[in-house]
């Protein structure tokens, strides 16, 4: 698929997501302290620098495993229809179970996820997100922690992609379209 140029202008820069998740980590380990081994239950493919941060930051005992869904293909815009494209390996029944994801927009893939793993009887199951659009919401969705909340932008980096590009920025950025049919001033 051809597509426009564009430019990232930074959003979020490495420093200010580390020091986040940091304070993210606290919050959750101070939740989960009593946990035997907790659950950290990545959505692919945005939340894998995400996790990688969140996990090591974490110092609890913790088990990894991985759930993706899908429902945006390519584009920039959410198709509303939830797939799961791959399964958790390992079962939760009676586990605590920590979501972490990317990006909450539209809140339809959470929405379906959690609905879906609260229906394998977790004992807790609770949501990590590193971004939130609330003024996208149409389901409503809500991450028990958040590391920021952004405007209405498509974002990439930090494991965030535009049709597969940018995951490896180390910082979050907006992308931002160029006419190139424009002449320079
Ligand atoms: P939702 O189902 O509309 O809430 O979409 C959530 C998923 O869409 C996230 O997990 C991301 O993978 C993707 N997404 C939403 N907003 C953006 C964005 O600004 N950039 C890249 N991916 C996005
Ligand atoms: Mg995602």
Same mark, same amino acid.
């Given at each position: 698929?051809? @597509? $426009?140029?564009?430019?990232? #202008?930074? $959003?979020?820069? %490495?420093?200010?997501?580390? %020091? =986040?998740?940091? %304070?993210?980590? &606290?919050?959750?380990?101070?939740? *989960? ?28 005992? +913790?088990? +990894? ?10 584009? $920039? ?34 929405? &379906?996820?959690? &609905? $879906?793993?609260?229906? /394998?009887?977790?004992? =807790?199951? =609770? ?8 003024? /996208? ?6 991450? #028990? ?8 932008? *498509? ?11 940018? /995951?490896?920025?180390? *910082?979050?950025?907006?992308?931002? *379209? ?6 320079? @001033?």
């Amino acid at each position: 698929m051809p @597509q $426009m140029p564009y430019v990232i #202008d930074e $959003m979020i820069s %490495a420093k200010t997501i580390a %020091a =986040r998740v940091e %304070a993210l980590a &606290h919050e959750i380990r101070a939740e *989960f302290a009593d946990t035997d081994k907790l659950v950290v239950v990545g959505l692919l493919r945005g939340s894998f620098v995400f996790i990688a941060d969140l996990v090591r930051e974490l110092d609890l005992p +913790v088990e +990894v495993d991985f759930l993706e869904a899908s429902s945006y293909g390519d584009g $920039m815009e959410s198709t509303r229809e939830v797939r799961i494209l791959k399964d958790l390996r390992g079962a939760i029944e009676g586990r605590d179970v920590l979501v972490v994801e990317d990006i909450v927009d539209t809140g339809f893939t959470l929405g &379906h996820v959690i &609905h $879906m793993l609260q229906g /394998r009887n977790p004992a =807790r199951l =609770r949501v990590c997100a590193l971004l939130d659009k609330p003024s /996208r919401r149409e389901v409503p969705v809500k991450a #028990d922690w958040t590391g920021f909340e952004i405007p209405d932008e *498509f974002v990439v980096g930090y494991g965030i992609d535009y049709a597969q590009r940018n /995951r490896n920025l180390p *910082f979050i950025g907006k992308v931002r *379209f160029v006419d190139v049919s424009e002449k320079p @001033q």
